[in-house]
């Protein structure tokens, strides 16, 4: 297939960020908060990125020039805030349940298409939406009483992080196609890093607990969980497009769930799998008629 490897670098960069909200929540029980865990992630992942674009010898400025900067800052600032509100959310609810709430920036971006781009969804679009909100229900096991014991905040938390999500992808995949990935990932991570600080601010100057095991917690989430899927999608989602890699992203729910199990010990019951599967098929069967569509436009 031509676009095998930028399809696998959107599926690993998937997967890699699936793991992260487990991570974040055990990174809790030292004391962290998400304000400095998002802001030391998108600052190392900026340095890391910028590093790499001068070293290897491609000049940051490239191809990019000042109609592609601040597009590329604002879709920074999307995937920043995302990040921190999806952070904030596992404070207040489990893991498995954060990614399922996270999932919804698939139909949020059919409808921002819709609002912002005047592509009114079709019947079959609407009804996989419906199917997903179905999968949502099951896989948030909310047929269980003892379930709506959440916190509504964290709902909500988890909610808007999933439209800023969508916000990100959507932009990511308008924004920058001819800006070399290097150059086009590093502004993505500079805006993030001075969204969540602008944000922030305050909390991370005098509340911060930056020494030498927390640098460890953010090395290891800077890299795992945005430098390296930040880059793999600014190469990958413009070359195969924002269908294919929304359905291809969807490997983030798998593993988050199964990360929540094996390092949280977060029980997951078979209700909840069979929601997960509900989900994952209508959002696979609603980004497949996208690409198909567009395709025959």
Known sequence: MKNIKYILMVLLGGAMYGTMSSFVKLSYSWGYN????SFAQAALA???????????GKSIQGKITRKDLLPLILTGSAIGVTNYLYYQSV????????????????WFSLFLEWIIFAKKPSRIELLTVFFILIGTVMAG???????????????????FASLTYAIYIVANGRFGK?????SKSTFIMIGSALTIFIVNSQTIITDNHFGGSFMLWALFLAIIGTTIPTALFAAG???IGVG???????????VAVICAVVVLNEHISPVQIAGI????????IMNCYKSLKNKSN
Do not use: H
Request: charged residues 10%; contains cysteine; positive net charge.
């Open 237 to 239: 989602i413009p070359k």
């Open 141 to 159: 096991n909310l047929f269980d009483s003892k379930a709506w014991s959440f916190s509504l905040k964290g709902i909500l938390l988890a909610l």
């Open 91 to 106: 404070s207040y609810i489990s893991a498995s349940l954060a990614i399922v709430i996270l999932m919804q920036f698939t």
């Open 178 to 182: 001819c800006v070399r990935w290097q």
């Open 46 to 56: 900026a340095i890391f990125l910028g590093t790499y674009t001068l070293v290897t």
């Open 277 to 284: 599967v509900v989900m994952l098929t209508a959002i696979s």
């Open 244 to 254: 294919i890699s929304s359905i291809l992203m969807t490997i983030e729910l798998p």
């Open 34 to 37: 998400a304000a400095e865990i």
